[in-house]
């Protein structure tokens, strides 16, 4: 027999994906979504969908929002989810595989995750496998970490699958662009707070680091021309990230982001 699943989404104007993420969970025994207040028609898509319950909370931080997602689930484990994903097929016959006799020593299962951009499914520049620990029991995992790149923490031993979480991560260079903007001065508020500091040498010494990074040392030409641009938008994200951070400290102010989602 499986093990009984609880998948955990939080979500704000995810109608463009939350069809899909869904549908591929036919598997599941629960599905909660914890919405910040969805203006589009991503609650409506999902009420469409029998096992799912949907819970507002008003957003602060996405720790908080997924730790509070985790807390409504009924069964041991929890499959974490953002929207903007979908279990593929192979990984479905893996999940399925799972009983409760092989599962006994585990705390977490990592999930590595696939990302689509372009057109084209991204396999290297640091993209693939990058690994998630998305799977796990309830009372021995935890979200934790800063303003961005929130983890799961795990108290016990973890394993890996081997098929991919497949990720749909951004809708165009635009919306790219906008996730660059607002996750580096994220980063850079994390830095300012930590006492780091910048200056430009070393906001471009890093953004030229990270194209040789993912372009060179994790082989992200073999992605072709993408390859070529998400290089140059990752070297972009670090030029910003150490150079706010150095704008930040020249004013001696930060912006407050408890409650922006």
């Not at 997924?66 to 041991?76: D, I, P, T, V």
């Not at 995992?141 to 795990?154: A, K, P, R």
């Not at 070393?202 to 290089?231: C, H, N, P, Q």
Request: charged content about 25%.
């Amino acid at each position: 027999m499986t093990i009984p699943i609880s998948v955990c989404i939080i979500t704000l104007n995810e109608e463009d994906n939350i069809r899909r993420c869904l549908s591929s969970l036919d598997f599941a025994d629960e599905i909660i979504i914890v919405d910040s207040g969805s203006t589009d028609n991503t609650t409506v898509i999902a009420r469409d969908f029998s096992k799912t319950s949907i819970h507002y909370r008003k957003f602060d931080t996405y720790i908080n929002q997924k730790n509070y997602c985790k807390s409504l689930a009924r069964n041991e484990w929890i499959l974490a989810l953002d929207a903007d994903e979908e279990i593929s097929v192979d990984l479905k016959k893996e999940i399925l595989a799972l009983t409760e006799e092989n599962v006994k020593d585990l705390s977490g299962v990592f999930i590595p995750r696939l990302s689509f951009y372009m057109g084209k499914w991204i396999r290297h520049g640091g993209w693939y496998p990058n690994y998630q620990m998305r799977f796990f029991r309830k009372e021995r995992g935890e979200f934790s970490g800063f303003l961005v790149h929130e983890t799961v923490s795990i108290q016990g031993k973890v394993s890996y699958f081997k098929n991919p979480l497949l990720h749909y991560s951004y809708r165009n260079i635009s919306d790219h662009l906008k996730f660059i903007d607002r996750y580096s001065e994220l980063c850079a508020v994390e830095k300012f707070k930590k006492g780091k500091k910048s200056g430009l040498t070393l906001a471009i010494a890093e953004a030229i680091w990270k194209f040789i990074s993912m372009y060179i040392v994790r082989f992200g030409f073999l992605d072709g021309k993408t390859g070529l641009i998400i290089a140059i938008l990752g070297s972009y994200y670090n030029f910003l990230k150490y150079i706010k951070l150095y704008e930040m400290h020249r004013k001696k102010k930060i912006k407050d982001y408890s409650t922006e989602n």
